[in-house]
């Protein structure tokens, strides 16, 4: 079964900061990674996604992540805060290959990130 | 927000009633997936369907839920008989194929008295 863990349910930086939100996840074959965003009482919008390629991936909005296999890690950053990245993250992930119940994401329970001014 | 719709946005039911909740793909999207998300939980998958087919339910409740995407017509997600526990909030998502990104919709607010 995959599991994702998002470490730290809050985190709280300076605006101009680097923002670094961290995502583990376990899954028994290649996954696909995403993050998403989500603003209060809105849906989730996609921030990047990593199917196969190259391990770094750029995002909107400035973001970027890099898969590691070795360290089963996509966190995701970004150099410099902006007030408007102030929402929910979530990290996700689903099987490479579909079917079996593999077809839904499995989220993990988010970070809230603080901007502070 | 990235064109799937749900309605209605917010809904308020009372123990025992039923709860319908609609969701129209983005256009040209023809695989449909809910979620649940709990206050302070990431989101719970519950059902991918295509048209006219339910091809994993595996996170469905096994009692009370139903969902269906019709030939016509939006997805539905059916809760009969409400529960204070089914008070969430649920998102739709969509995609082109089972392996393109999923979009989501805005949810549902679902509130039981």
């Known amino acids: 079964a995959q599991s994702?863990?998002?470490l730290g349910s809050h985190v709280s930086v300076s605006e101009g900061a680097l923002v670094l939100l961290r995502c583990n996840y376990s899954s028994s074959v290649p996954?696909?990674?995403?993050w998403y965003v989500q603003y209060p009482n809105q849906g989730l919008q996609l921030l990047l996604k990593y199917t196969t390629g190259a391990t770094l991936v750029k995002g909107i909005?400035?973001?970027e992540a890099e898969f590691k296999k070795s360290e089963t890690s996509f966190h995701l950053?970004?150099?410099?805060a902006h007030m408007s990245d102030?929402?929910?993250?979530?990290?996700?992930?689903?099987d490479m290959y579909s079917g079996g119940g593999a077809d839904g994401l499995t989220f993990g329970k988010g970070t809230h990130l603080i901007i502070q001014p | 927000n990235a064109g799937v719709m749900q309605n209605p946005r917010h809904l308020v039911r009372r123990r025992g009633q039923e709860a319908r909740l609609r969701c129209s793909p983005m256009k040209g999207h023809s695989h449909v997936y809910w979620y649940r998300q709990l206050?302070?939980?990431g989101l719970k998958f519950m059902v991918y369907l295509q048209k006219e087919n339910i091809i994993d339910?595996?996170?469905?409740p096994k009692e009370r839920f139903s969902a269906e995407f019709p030939k016509e017509g939006p997805s539905i997600l059916r809760i009969q008989q409400v529960v204070r526990g089914d008070s969430a909030a649920y998102f739709c998502a969509s995609s082109g194929n089972g392996v393109q990104p999923q979009h989501?919709?805005?949810g549902t607010r679902l509130s039981i008295l």
């Open chain 1, 4 to 6: 994702v863990t998002q």
């Open chain 1, 31 to 34: 996954p696909y990674l995403f």
């Open chain 1, 61 to 63: 909005n400035g973001f």
């Open chain 1, 77 to 80: 950053t970004k150099p410099s």
């Open chain 1, 86 to 94: 102030a929402a929910e993250y979530f990290c996700a992930v689903r």
């Open chain 2, 39 to 41: 206050p302070e939980e």
């Open chain 2, 57 to 60: 339910e595996s996170g469905m």
């Open chain 2, 104 to 106: 989501f919709g805005d």
